[in-house]
């Protein structure tokens, strides 16, 4: 059992660090989106920021609700008060509505909507709200959400760089609990067997449903098939056509696909890096499973199976410590995108980060306690490129201490990631939103 990790809730509310961004949005933007994942806890949220402000509520998962939007859009959302619409990708044609009058009457917070798909992107979205309207991204619970910590890693790193030290008591047992866990709000305090039912059953209907709703395919179970895959390619590159011939489908198909999951939150992909922009969507992205309690269920590894030998913990594990990054990176300070490093001679960093001044911080994850000199072959190689813009090179890693590899290289314990606090006052690193 995990000794250090903090009991999973299965009542009460825990804090989102979304939730300061959709206040202070609702305060100077007209209509303000929380999009994510199904089940990552946007109504939560929603009706929480709404409250204190006697907004009305209303969700399209309701057929009846949804029967009145999609016959009178106009009169729908003609409140005078802050209408909260839950589920709107459901009825896209809303926005239609929501545009003119927000258009007519300018006011600040008027909407406040909660998407599960990336609605400004939808074929059946003839306009959008553009100078109207920002998007917050509310992924899973982040691990120091959930044990609430620092979150701090990402502004650590720019501002820090070299210099950063943490030490950790999470063991590697621990991590492997984490990751089969994953951040679902009802999936956190279920028993194993619970939460692998409940998340097998998720996924299913996120495809039966919304994968159906969103494009009407007809092959579900290469769907199914299709993800399942892709857990089993957790932090790997991929290969869409030689997943298609693997699963009786063209590259065209599974490239269509792939676009649906990571529409709904199912997965993202990471882009291989360059210093040309041009260049910067060629080649092979990385896959990582937005949860991963949902890979690791998918693949039928629980934390059991993952201790024992031979077990695909290093895909799984490079997969959960991206997708806590990408959580920091909706919320931290510093702007900064996130890549895969890779090269015609195979040299590789699991993942790079850049912020807008081009300063870069390059990472390794290894599922070992104990990292060896050969694990810092790709950072050393990235630093080279890079110059004076590299401001460290980490290898994250299971054991507990801070270690020096050379300039600008350290291996940091993974539970860095989330114990670590933000940069104090003064410290902030100036490559900020």
């Given at each position: 059992m995990m000794s250090?990790?903090?009991?999973?809730?299965?009542?009460?509310?825990?804090?989102?660090?979304?939730?300061?961004?959709?206040?202070?949005?609702?305060?100077?933007?007209?209509?303000?989106?929380?999009?994510?994942?199904r089940q990552s806890g946007k109504s939560t949220l929603a009706r929480r920021i709404g409250r204190d402000t006697k907004a009305s509520w209303y969700t399209l998962d309701d057929a009846a609700t949804r029967h009145h939007a999609a016959n009178d859009p106009t009169g729908f959302v003609a409140l005078d008060e802050r209408m909260i619409i839950d589920e709107i990708q459901r009825e896209p044609d809303l926005l239609l509505a929501i545009k003119t009058l927000v258009d007519e009457n300018p006011t600040p917070g008027r909407f406040l909507l909660t998407g599960s798909a990336r609605i400004l992107g939808l074929r059946a979205v003839p306009d959008t709200?553009?100078?109207?309207?920002?998007?917050?991204?509310?992924?899973?619970?982040?691990?120091?959400?959930?044990?609430?910590?620092?979150?701090?890693?990402?502004?650590?790193?720019?501002?820090?760089?070299?210099?950063?030290?943490?030490?950790?008591?999470?063991?590697?047992?621990?991590?492997?609990?984490?990751?089969?866990?994953?951040?679902?709000?009802?999936?956190?305090?279920?028993?194993?067997?619970r939460r692998t039912d409940y998340l097998v059953e998720y996924l299913g209907n996120l495809v039966n449903r919304d994968v159906f709703q969103l494009s009407g395919i007809?092959?579900?179970?290469?769907?199914?098939?299709?993800?399942?895959?892709?857990?089993?390619?957790?932090?790997?590159?991929?290969?869409?056509?030689?997943?298609?011939?693997?699963?009786?489908?063209?590259?065209?198909?599974?490239?269509?696909?792939?676009?649906?999951?990571?529409?709904?939150?199912?997965?993202?992909?990471?882009?291989?890096?360059?210093?040309?922009?041009?260049?910067?969507?060629?080649?092979?992205?990385?896959?990582?499973?937005?949860?991963?309690?949902?890979?690791?269920?998918?693949v039928g590894q629980?934390?059991?199976?993952?201790?024992?030998?031979?077990?695909?913990?290093?895909?799984?594990?490079?997969?959960?410590?991206?997708?806590?990054?990408?959580?920091?990176?909706?919320?931290?300070?510093?702007?900064?995108?996130?890549?895969?490093?890779?090269?015609?001679?195979?040299?590789?960093?699991?993942?790079?980060?850049?912020?807008?001044?081009?300063?870069?911080?390059?990472?390794?994850?290894?599922a070992s306690s104990t990292p060896t000199p050969e694990d810092y072959r790709g950072l050393r190689h990235l630093a080279d490129r890079v110059g004076e813009d590299f401001l460290a090179g980490y290898v994250l890693h299971t054991g507990a201490r801070t270690l020096s590899a050379g300039p600008r290289m350290r291996a940091v314990p993974i539970a860095a990631l989330w114990e670590i606090d933000p940069p104090g006052v003064g410290e902030s690193p100036d490559s900020g939103r």
């Open positions: 250090n990790m903090a009991p999973s809730p299965t009542r009460g509310f825990l804090p989102r660090r979304a939730a300061e961004r959709v206040e202070q949005a609702l305060q100077d933007t007209r209509v303000v989106l929380i999009n994510g994942a709200l553009p100078g109207r309207i920002e998007t917050i991204e509310l992924w899973p619970f982040s691990q120091g959400e959930i044990d609430g910590r620092g979150d701090g890693f990402v502004d650590a790193a720019f501002c820090r760089g070299a210099e950063l030290r943490h030490e950790s008591a999470v063991s590697r047992d621990e991590y492997i609990e984490r990751i089969v866990r994953g951040g679902f709000p009802d999936a956190i305090g279920r028993s194993d067997r007809e092959r579900v179970p290469q769907m199914r098939a299709l993800v399942t895959t892709l857990a089993a390619r957790s932090g790997h590159t991929i290969a869409p056509a030689r997943i298609g011939a693997s699963l009786g489908l063209d590259h065209k198909t599974v490239a269509r696909y792939l676009g649906l999951l990571e529409e709904l939150f199912l997965i993202k992909r990471v882009s291989p890096w360059t210093r040309r922009i041009s260049a910067r969507a060629t080649g092979q992205s990385k896959v990582a499973f937005v949860d991963s309690g949902v890979a690791a269920a998918m629980g934390a059991a199976r993952l201790r024992k030998p031979g077990a695909p913990l290093g895909g799984l594990l490079e997969g959960f410590v991206a997708m806590e990054i990408a959580r920091q990176l909706s919320w931290s300070h510093v702007d900064a995108t996130m890549s895969h490093y890779h090269t015609k001679d195979q040299v590789e960093v699991d993942i790079v980060l850049e912020n807008r001044l081009g300063q870069v911080v390059g990472i390794e994850v290894k």
